[in-house]
C-alpha cells in the first residue's frame, strides 16, 4: 500500500511481470540490412548473417554497438521498433488505462469488464433478497465487494463511498428494470432467486457457484469508475517504450501510471533501456 500524502488515502500499486521479449538482434538485422554492413558487426552471428542464419544466436545477443550508435548518436529510432516486449500488468486502474490509451503504438489486451463483473452483481441480487431499502442489504453488498478486492484505492472511507455509489446505480436500475434479474443472472441460476429468498449468504454462494452469465456487463458495466482494477497485456516496440518511459516516468505525469512506469522499467533487461533512455547509457 502507498499512502498519497497530498491526499491522504492509501492506493494500491499495481503488480507488473514481463511476459517476453524478441531481443535486439533482429533490430540490428534490420539495421545492417539497410547499411549491408553485417561484417561490420561484433556479433559473430549477425556478420555471418548472411550465410549461416542462426535465429537462436540472433535473439541472444545482449548488446549492439551499431544500434546503440543509431539511438545515441544518430537518434535514428526507426530501427529498434523491431524489437518488442511484453509486459502482463496487474492491478492498475481505469484511469491508467485511459491514459495508456493514448500512447498509439502498443497493443492492449484488457480484462473485460462485459465478462467479469458477475461477482459484483451475484452480491447485489444476493443482498436484495434483504430488502433494498434496508441498510442491512447495502452492508451485505459492501461486505462482499470489499472481499473481492477490485479497486486501487485502498482508503476504507472513501471505499465505502464509492461502493455505495455503485449500490445505488443498481438499485435505480432494479427499480425500473422489470427483467433485471433475467439480465443479471444465468437462466440455470434464477431458481436460487425463490430457493434462498431471505438468506443472502446461501443465495450468494450459490449464484457463485452456479453457472456465471458470462455478459452481464452489457447492462451493467456503466457503474464502475476509474478507481476500478483492472489487469491488463501491453506489447510495446522499443521506439514506442521510449516515448512511454520519457512521457510517464515523469514528475508532471499522473502519479498513479508513474507507478506503472516504474515498475515496468524494473522488469525491462537493461540491454533495452541502454538504448532508450539517458539513465542507463553506458550502465553494465
Known amino acids: 500500500m502507498e499512502k498519497i500524502e497530498k491526499y491522504n488515502i492509501e492506493y494500491e500499486k499495481p503488480k507488473v511481470t514481463l511476459l517476453q521479449h524478441s531481443g535486439l538482434g533482429v533490430a540490428e538485422i534490420a539495421a545492417r540490412t539497410c547499411y549491408d554492413s553485417f561484417e561490420n558487426s561484433e556479433n559473430e552471428c549477425v556478420k555471418n548473417a548472411m550465410t549461416k542464419l542462426d535465429t537462436d544466436a540472433i535473439n541472444n545477443i545482449g548488446e549492439s554497438e551499431l544500434l546503440s550508435n543509431l539511438a545515441w548518436v544518430h537518434h535514428h529510432h526507426s530501427i529498434i521498433e523491431h524489437a518488442t516486449l511484453s509486459y502482463l500488468i496487474e492491478g492498475t486502474s481505469r484511469g491508467v488505462l485511459q491514459e495508456h490509451a493514448r500512447h498509439r503504438l502498443q497493443a492492449i489486451s484488457v480484462r473485460s469488464t462485459r465478462y467479469t463483473m458477475s461477482s459484483v452483481i451475484n452480491a447485489f441480487v444476493a ?112 521506439r514506442s517504450l521510449k516515448n512511454y518511459f520519457d512521457l510517464r516516468d515523469s514528475g508532471a505525469a499522473w502519479f498513479q501510471i508513474q507507478w506503472l512506469a516504474e515498475e515496468m522499467k524494473k522488469v525491462t533487461p537493461l540491454k533495452y533501456l541502454r538504448l532508450i533512455s539517458k539513465e542507463y547509457k553506458g550502465n553494465d
Open 127 to 238: 443482498s436484495v433478497t434483504i430488502g433494498v431499502e434496508s441498510e442491512k442489504s447495502y452492508f451485505f453488498f459492501l461486505e462482499k465487494l470489499l472481499d473481492l478486492n477490485l479497486f486501487v484505492i485502498t482508503d476504507p472511507e472513501y471505499l465505502a463511498i464509492e461502493i455505495h455509489s455503485i449500490y445505488d446505480k443498481l438499485v435505480f436500475q432494479y427499480k425500473r428494470n422489470t427483467d433485471f434479474l433475467v439480465n443479471a443472472v444465468a437462466k440455470s441460476s434464477l431458481p436460487f432467486v425463490q430457493e434462498f429468498q431471505g438468506d443472502a449468504e446461501a443465495l450468494f454462494e450459490a449464484l457463485q457457484n452456479g453457472k456465471k452469465k458470462r455478459n452481464v456487463g452489457d447492462g451493467f458495466k456503466h457503474i464502475v469508475s476509474d478507481n476500478w482494477k483492472v489487469d491488463m497485456v501491453v506489447t510495446f516496440n522499443i
